[in-house]
C-alpha cells in the first residue's frame, strides 16, 4: 500500500526554521503590493519600512552570522500598521503583510512554530476576502465553490506550492535570491494587484 501523500500543511511543518523563513519571507513579499496600494490610495502607511525590514530578514537568512536587532525591526513593524478604525478591504490587505512579517520576525526571535502556518493560511484568506468582495455572491454554497475554481485561488495555491518545492532545495544564497524574485511574482499581488508607476 503506498503511503498517503503528507498534506501542505504538513510539509510545512517539517521543513528546516531557514526553509520556513525563507516561505514566509516569499509570501510576504507577494503581500507588500497590496500594502503599497494602500499607502498609495489613502496616504497611510510606511511601505518603505516594511521593504526594509523584509530585506534584513532576507540578508540574515543568507549571512545566518549577519547581526541584526530583530527586536527593534518588529517595534518599528509594529507602527506600520494602518490606524485601527480603519475597517476598509485595503486597510485590512495591508494588515495582512504588516501581521504577517511580523510572524516571520516572531520566528527571528523565538519559537513561533505556527508562524509558518499563519502566513500561508493569512495569504490565502486574503485572496479568499477579495473573492468575496468583488463576486458580490451571497449564496454560502455558490460562493465557496466560486471561491474553490477561482483563477485567483488557483493562482494562490500553485504559489505557494512553487514555493514550497523551492524551498525544499539547499538554499544557499543563490537559491535564496530564486525564492525572493518568486516572491517577487513580477510585482503582482496574491489578488493579482499592482503598482501602476506607468513601467508596465
Sequence with gaps: MAPKPIG???RL??????????????????????YALYEQTTGQGDGHTLSAVLSLVWERLSVPSASIDFARQAEKLAECEPPEGDDSFGARRALDAVVSLSALLDTLQGDAPEAVLDVSRTSRAGVRAFIELTEGEDDAQALALIIRDHPLMDDENDFQDAVLEAVCEPLDKAALKEVRQLGRNGGIS??????DEGDE
Design 8 to 10: 501542505f500543511y504538513q
Design 13 to 34: 511543518q517539517e521543513l528546516s526554521l531557514p526553509a520556513q523563513q525563507a516561505f514566509m519571507a516569499a509570501l510576504c513579499e507577494r503581500l507588500l503590493p497590496n
Design 190 to 195: 496574491n489578488l493579482g494587484l499592482t503598482l
